[in-house]
Structure formats: structure tokens, C-alpha cells
């Protein structure tokens, strides 16, 4: 329940002769609900820790407020209360009579332990030890709600109005009847001006949030942490309002039976607090004493101080004004001795690790007490879980897994400087230089350790074929070595070139350990067979270099191609200006057969022959037209030879125009020399007979 201080105000020194009271901020807040959480929190490193709870919430009773306006003006004859609000109340055990006005009491049922309302909360917090004996701590607690959906059972209770009082008239010599009357004629005007009812179920369901907290602290021990200062802010969230509450502390704890704290609290800017404890343990008798609040007061009023002091101490942060005493006090008294075995002070009952060897430790770590070599479960204090005590841990941060020596580092068996589960090379010969990995240097990239290496300036190009000893290879054993052999398998005593080839020194793709024909002219090298030597394919003894028909058996004397005889060079020479067309046209006219059949004939007779079929014109004309034509005529030619019964596949034909002339184009006869048809077999190009 949150009280307004305008209501303290009001009570303790009245109105005056004119006075405003805000009420706005009462609040009546509570509820009673079971709780399920599930927490988990986890030891991030040495340093961090972090938790969480997640709550679930059950609702069996509740009351909530929510007044919007609330006050009272006031003056020595008249006072008017305003207000506007609701009050919820989820009472299951309790019902309004809408009829008789009145709330009643329910009997007991089970039912009535069924929860009201569902909801869910949750907590955060996290401890954060950057440095040895300084602890930073935050938490936020409570950050959730319960909503009461169980809207049949909630009372709902509202007023909306104003009330004007000028005070009341009773005989009083009515007794005490006549007051009563009096007062409840009051009560009754004012329910009816502030509207004030009652009902029972709401249309809604209510969300009631719960107080959230946030808290912040920090300490921080000296002395080996025998004295500690601490901090702390808590903030509470209350119904809109924050609340906030600041405590300063220190704890002196000069030996382990003896501890003593103070502190000095703030809330909310108005109220402070001084509080003390001592908590002594003697053997089996612990003694506490705690007081949250301590009574002290100054008074200066009558003290001999100048101005400038007595403002100082009023400034101090000392609650003065608190004059009641909160004590707390405890004996608790132990009989039977816990065992602890290992003498590590956590007794048997809780010690996860019953066998540490405390008298060890203390021998590794004089400086160091019992109670710091283990945690709260009695296992050895040991952030890297390498099995070595953190007080004389070497190597603090080992990976977890990884195998150490006696004093937490991991192992380096060959001593190289690079520990075994970084080392790629763990058996590194004593006194090599070695690379990041651990392994022996090779500064040449060969494949071949430095210390190995005989030929330490290998090129960049030969690093993987070198040998054994870091050398480069000659697997063929030519003289040359294999990164610069372009032919890494020459035959052994076979000459070689600067590229590790075998030597061709007629340049015909023969080597010469191969060549059977070493001198093969230049012309000749793309004729030769597997031996070096120039080929004869047709076998007419004419080299196939020298053959112009290196695939028909000719003669000689006509390049190795066939003889043609000059019955036939006389036709192909007749038909080179005999065969006649249609001027400016394509049509061959008829005086021209003879000729043609004449060619026909050799072609028969010839059946070794392939003939293409040249068309020419003259200048006369355009270039386009003297083309197309030309190549129009040949055609017509090369298709009447097929027409006669030669095989399309033995000729061919094309034209050129006038760009192939024979004879001068500005005469007459230059011109009819150049309008020709040329016959070409595949031995002889007939232009002109030199016979």
C-alpha cells in the first residue's frame, strides 16, 4: 500500500486556513499467488556469471487500485473531496449482495483454491569480478504480471463525484442515537455524491503488474579482503512510481570468527538509515546482533559553533530525526563435529571433491588460505580445468583438454618452444630453427627441412621436384633438370637440347636418335614418315614434297600426277574461248555442244579426272553484274556436263568477273580473251598451250 505524503500532511498539521490535498498517488496494491520457476545460470569464464528464472505465476487473491483523482480543498468552513477510481478485489471467498448492499463471507470450498488469474515473471542477474576482490553485481527481479481472467469473482468498487462538506447540524441532546444518525446521513450523502457502488463480476480481466526491482551493487575488499566497501542501488517499480533506495556499507572482517558491518541507507531522497551487525563464532556458539535502524540525533541548537559549522553539520547525511531502534538478535549453538576429511573447510556432507590435497597446496602456495584453494563445493579452484590449482598456475588460460606439466603449461615434448597441441611437427630434432607451427623451417618452400637441405636456393619454379636432399631432380638423367625439362622422359643417350629434348637437327619432328633420314630438306618436313625420311604415298618414286598428285601415280615429268595427253589439252584449249552464251546471259548457245561433248568425252574416258569450271568477263559492265554472271555461266557449264552423265561430284564451278583478266580490257581483242571458261583438272591448269 502506497500512502500520499499530502495524508501525513493533512493529519499532522490540519488545513489552515486554506489548504489542497492531492491523494492521487494512494495505492492499494497485493496479491497472494503460488510461484514455479525454472532458473539456470552458468559461469561464462573466471570473471562473468550469469542467471535467469523464469516464473510462473498462479493467482489465488488480489486486490488492485487504479484512482485516477483523489483530493480534498479545504478551508476553515468548507472542505470538497473529489475522487474518481476503482478498487478490485479477487476474493473468491467473498461475494457482494447487490440486493441487501452487503459483502458476504463464502464457506470454505476446494474450489475456492483454484487460481484467479495465469501469469509469468521473470529474473535477471548477472556478477561480473574484473579484478581480484572487486565484485560489480545487477539484477532485475520481478519484471512481470498476473492477470486475474477469472472475471465472475473479481469486485469491482467505484466512485466518480464530488462532495462539498460545510459541516453538520444534531441535537445533542439526542445521545448517541442522534450521532449515529448524523453520521450515517453523512456517509450516505457522500456515497451518493461521489457515486460510490459496488458490483459483482467485471467485463474484463485485470492485469496486475507485480513490483519490478532493479538493483545494482558493487564491493570492493582491501587487505586481503578482510575489509570491504560496498554499494548498492535498489529501484522499485511501484504503480507508475519509482522508488529508490541507495545503501553504503563496509564489513571488516579482521579473522574468520569475527565480522562487523555498517551501514547508511537513503530512500526515496527523505528517509535514511544507519545499521549495524557483528556476527561472532566461537567454536560451536554463533552469536549475531543486527540493526537496521540506530537512533541518533544532533542537536546544535545550543551548541558553541560559528555559523560556518553548524551549517556543515546539519548538511551531514546523519538520520537525525530517527529516534526507534530495529534489533535483531541470534545464538546459534552446534553440537557434533562436521567431518572434513581433506581439511579444506568445506565439511564432508558438501564436498563434491572429499580427497583434495590441502598440505600439497599449501607447500605450492604458503601465501595463500585454505578456503581460497576451493570453491563452495570443495573442488580445487582451477579456471582452466587443466587440473593444475590456480594459485600456482603458470599458464592460466590452457584450452580446455589439452594435456599440461606439473605446473599448468601445456607439453612441449620435443622443445621446440611450440606447445604439442599447436605443434604440426611434435618430434622436431633438438636446436632446428622451426616455423609458427612447429615444424622445421624450409625457407625455400622445396619440400625439404633447411637443416636437410643441400642445395638451399632452390628456384621457385623446381619446389616440387627437388629430391631427398632439397636438389633438383633428373629423373631422365639428360643434364637437364626436370623443372626446366620439357621432355622429362628422353630415352638415356639420346642428345639432348637446352630444354631436355631429344635434338632434331633437320627440324622434321624426328628426333635424331630416331631419324633415319637426318638431312631432310626444309620443304620436306611436313612429308616425312615415322623414320625421318620424306613420304612416296601414290609410289610413283615422286617424293609426296615434290608431288603435286601425291595420291594418284603420275609421272615425273608432270609433277607426279597422270600424263595428259594432247589430244586432250587441244579440247580444254578449244573450249577455253569456243563455248558461246546469250548476250549478257547465262544460256549457252547451241553451236557450243560440239565443244562440250568433247569435254564430256574425256571425262568418260578419264574417270581418274576431277574438273573444276572457271567463269571470266570482261571490264564492260558493272562489277556486281560481271560476278554474278560469270559465276552464273560456269555454273550452267559445270550443269550441263552432269545433264551428259558426269558425276556432280566430279565437278565443280565458280566465277571471278573481270578480276582474273588475261589480256588488256581497253581493246577488242583483250576483252573476248578475258570472256573465257577454264577448265582445271586436278593435274594441269589449262590457260595457254605452250606446245
Given amino acids: 500500500m502506497l500512502v500520499p505524503q499530502d495524508m501525513f500532511r493533512m493529519l499532522f498539521y490540519g488545513s489552515g486556513k486554506q489548504g489542497r490535498f492531492d491523494f492521487k498517488d494512494i495505492n492499494i496494491n497485493g496479491a497472494i499467488y503460488g510461484e514455479l520457476a525454472l532458473g539456470y545460470m552458468r559461469k561464462l569464464n573466471n570473471k562473468i556469471t550469469v542467471g535467469l528464472k523464469l516464473k510462473g505465476l498462479a493467482g489465488l487473491a488480489g486486490i488492485h487500485s487504479n484512482i485516477e483523482k483523489m483530493s480534498i480543498d479545504a478551508t476553515r468552513d468548507i472542505w470538497e473531496l473529489e475522487a474518481k477510481g476503482d478498487v478490485y478485489l479477487m476474493l473468491p471467498m467473498l461475494k457482494y449482495n447487490a440486493q441487501r448492499d452487503t459483502f458476504e463471507n463464502q464457506p470454505f470450498d476446494l474450489s475456492m483454491m483454484i487460481p484467479q488469474g495465469y501469469g509469468g515473471a521473470v529474473d535477471l542477474g548477472i556478477t561480473i569480478e574484473p579484478i581480484k576482490h572487486l565484485t560489480i553485481s545487477a539484477a532485475v527481479t520481478d519484471l512481470g504480471f498476473i492477470r486475474w481472467s477469472n472475471k465472475e469473482n473479481t469486485i469491482q468498487s467505484s466512485l466518480d463525484g464530488k462532495y462539498k462538506f460545510e459541516g453538520v447540524n444534531f441535537n445533542i441532546k439526542g445521545g448517541e442515537q442522534a450521532l449515529t444518525d448524523t453520521l450515517n446521513k453523512l456517509q450516505d450523502n457522500i456515497k451518493e455524491a461521489l457515486a460510490f457502488n459496488h458490483k459483482q463480476g467485471v467485463s474484463q480481466p485485470i492485469t496486475q503488474w507485480l513490483t519490478a526491482a532493479a538493483n545494482v551493487g558493487v564491493e570492493y575488499g582491501i587487505l586481503d579482503n578482510k575489509i570491504s566497501f560496498a554499494g548498492l542501488s535498489n529501484t522499485r517499480l511501484y504503480n507508475q512510481r519509482v522508488m529508490q533506495e541507495y545503501t553504503l556499507g563496509v564489513n571488516f572482517r579482521p579473522a574468520e570468527w569475527f565480522k562487523l558491518y555498517l551501514s547508511h541507507s537513503l530512500k526515496d531522497g527523505r528517509f535514511k538509515s544507519v545499521g549495524a551487525g557483528v556476527n561472532i563464532k566461537l567454536g560451536a556458539v554463533n552469536m549475531f546482533i543486527v540493526s537496521d535502524y540506530i537512533p541518533g540525533f544532533i542537536n546544535i541548537q545550543n ?8 551549517q556543515f553539520i546539519e548538511k551531514v547525511p546523519m538520520p537525525y530525526t530517527v529516534s526507534r531502534l530495529n534489533l535483531q538478535a541470534g545464538l546459534l549453538l552446534s553440537f557434533g563435529k562436521d567431518s572434513d576429511k581433506d581439511r579444506d573447510g568445506i565439511n564432508d556432507k558438501r564436498d563434491l571433491c572429499p580427497m583434495t590435497d590441502i598440505k600439497f597446496l599449501q607447500e605450492k602456495c604458503p601465501n595463500t588460505k585454505k578456503k581460497e584453494f576451493v570453491d563452495e563445493n570443495g573442488c580445487l579452484i582451477d579456471a582452466d580445468k587443466d587440473g593444475i590449482a590456480d594459485c600456482y598456475d603458470n599458464c592460466e588460460n590452457t584450452p580446455e583438454g589439452v594435456e599440461v606439466d606439473s605446473i599448468g603449461c601445456p607439453l612441449d615434448t620435443d622443445q621446440d618452444g611450440v606447445y604439442d597441441y599447436l605443434d604440426q611437427c611434435p618430434n622436431t630434432p633438438q636446436d632446428i630453427t622451426i616455423d609458427t607451427n612447429g615444424c622445421p623451417l624450409d625457407t625455400y618452400q622445396d619440400g625439404v627441412a633447411d637443416y636437410l637441405d643441400r642445395c638451399p636456393n632452390t628456384p621457385q619454379e623446381a619446389v616440387n621436384l627437388v629430391d631427398k636432399n632439397g636438389c633438383d631432380q633428373d629423373n631422365d638423367q639428360d643434364g637437364v633438370a626436370d623443372y626446366l625439362d620439357k621432355c622429362p622422359n628422353t630415352p638415356q643417350g639420346a642428345k639432348v637440347n637446352t630444354q631436355g629434348c631429344a635434338k632434331d637437327s633437320d627440324q622434321d619432328g624426328v628426333a635424331d636418335y630416331m631419324d633415319k633420314c637426318p638431312n631432310t630438306p626444309q620443304e620436306a618436313k611436313s612429308f616425312i614418315d615415322e623414320n625421318g625420311c620424306p613420304k612416296d604415298t601414290d609410289g610413283d618414286d615422286v617424293l609426296d614434297y615434290q608431288d603435286k598428285c601425291p595420291n ?18 587441244k579440247v580444254f584449249k578449244q573450249a577455253l574461248h569456243g563455248i558461246q552464251f546469250a548476250f549478257g546471259k547465262a544460256t549457252i548457245r547451241s553451236k557450243s555442244y560440239s565443244v562440250l561433248n568433247l569435254v564430256v568425252d574425256i571425262m568418260k574416258n578419264n574417270p581418274e579426272y576431277n574438273l573444276s569450271i572457271y567463269g571470266h568477263t570482261d571490264s564492260q559492265g558493272s562489277d556486281e553484274l560481271n560476278l554474278k554472271l560469270s559465276k552464273d555461266r560456269a555454273k550452267a557449264v559445270r550443269q550441263y ?46 590457260v595457254k598451250d605452250n606446245k
Avoid: H, M, W
Avoid at 551548541?303 to 553548524?310: I, R, V
Avoid at 615425273?556 to 594432247?566: E, F, H, I, T
Fill in 641 to 686: 556436263l552432269i545433264e551428259k552423265g558426269i558425276d556432280e561430284a566430279r565437278l565443280t564451278s565458280d566465277g571471278y568477273g573481270e578480276t582474273k583478266p588475261v589480256a588488256d580490257n581497253t581493246t577488242a581483242k583483250g576483252r573476248a580473251e578475258n570472256r573465257r571458261v577454264e577448265f582445271v583438272v586436278s593435274f594441269e591448269r589449262l
Fill in 552 to 569: 594418284v601415280k603420275g609421272v615425273y615429268d608432270n609433277n607426279g600426277c597422270p600424263a595428259v595427253s594432247k589430244d586432250v589439252l
Fill in 303 to 310: 551548541a558553541p559553533l560559528d555559523n560556518q559549522t553548524a
